[in-house]
């Protein structure tokens, strides 16, 4: 029956990211109108196959009757966290905080401060900020984009951070494989560190789970790559909160754990349309030239979905594209060679408009995207770059050695030909 429905998008039983309550479900067609219009999905072209999703989640955030939603594996994690066979782990999307208010009626600001106390309260060992991961991304896929520039291969290089977008061009343009960054998402960074690096140096024998709170169902697909164990989304989180019964006005202000919490101002720009570019450039600028670039310097105000800019760095012109939305993509590709580097994200906005965030009336969805994205932007860090954080530089000192060596890509990069088997649904 399923099949032959045209007004409404399939969901496979095994779709790792989305579920649907049939009973809900009033046949209104708004899921398919955002799949094929918004997201761009070609239905008509897929139909004779099982069309298939790219785990995006913005189906569930335009269902009016809530059929469509995240498929939760918070209970899942309810059950292991008090394993004590097993160290269980929670590491936190900058995107997060800046919408987990919305769920309780509160400020997100008062998020911030409280949530290494929340997830200690809910029973997690250790929590991290993600933001770590990110300062570790762009060291890595900045020297990956001076190498491919140095060495004038595979360019435009793609930004590879979000996966509805990786999954995209590995399904429809799998010609762009090579130009993909083969760096490992910040998420998929985090959990191989706290699994390798933090468990050396903690001598940890037990078995650790990972578990990552994200602002996308997307990210619930990326983890069949094995790095991280669970995905909740910013959903979830507030769900197992309320089950758990927390008093959260009884929670004080905490630290996230050592070693893989210190983020810099470039890892939380992280969760915006623009911020990973941005990171990215302010890095390739300090390689080139030696120097730490003015704050900014590298900023591209993304208020549509293809925003261009040139900058000069070094005595080389650097032309860089952010894009969010497959559509767009779509729009530009004929004119990649126009560009050395690609920033894509699906969702409007980046991982702020995630489909993993609090569900909002769909004509508040532009407005909340808006705020949540200034508050990324205007959000403190200690130290402004990722190459000025002492646990990164740390990190490579004891650890790694150097970006891009043989260590660093074994750990920390994909190889996105082993990932096609994973394109299901
Ligand atoms: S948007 Fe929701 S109610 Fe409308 S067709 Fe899709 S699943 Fe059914
Ligand atoms: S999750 Fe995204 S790609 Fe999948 S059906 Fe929904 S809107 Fe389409």
Known sequence: MDKNNKRRVRVAEDNPSIQRIE???INCGNCMR???EVVGINHEMEREDWPICINCGQCVMNCPVGALLTKYDYKKVLNIIHDTDKIVTLSVAPAVRVALGEEFGLSNSNFEGILPSLARALGFDYVFDISFGADITVMEEASELVERLTNKSNLPMFTSCCPSWVKYASIYHPELEKNISTTKSPIGIQSTLIKTYFKEFQSIDKNIISVVVAPCTSKKYEILTGDTDY???TQELAM???ESKIDIASLKIGEFDSLLSKGSKAGIMFGRSGGVM???LNYVHYLMTNEVPKMGQYHIEVDEPICSKDFKIGNKIIRCLVIYSMPALE???PDMSNYDIIEVMNCSGGCVGGGGQPLIPIQKIKETEKSRKEQLTNEDAKVLYCFQNEDVI????????KPMNDKAIALLHYNHVDMSHLNKN
């Open 23 to 25: 009973a809900r479900c």
């Open 34 to 36: 955002i799949c094929e």
């Open 231 to 233: 995905i909740i989304t």
């Open 240 to 242: 197992m909160v309320r």
């Open 278 to 280: 941005e990171s990215i």
């Open 331 to 333: 729009k530009i590709l």
């Open 394 to 401: 740390e990190l490579y000192k004891s650890y790694l050695g």
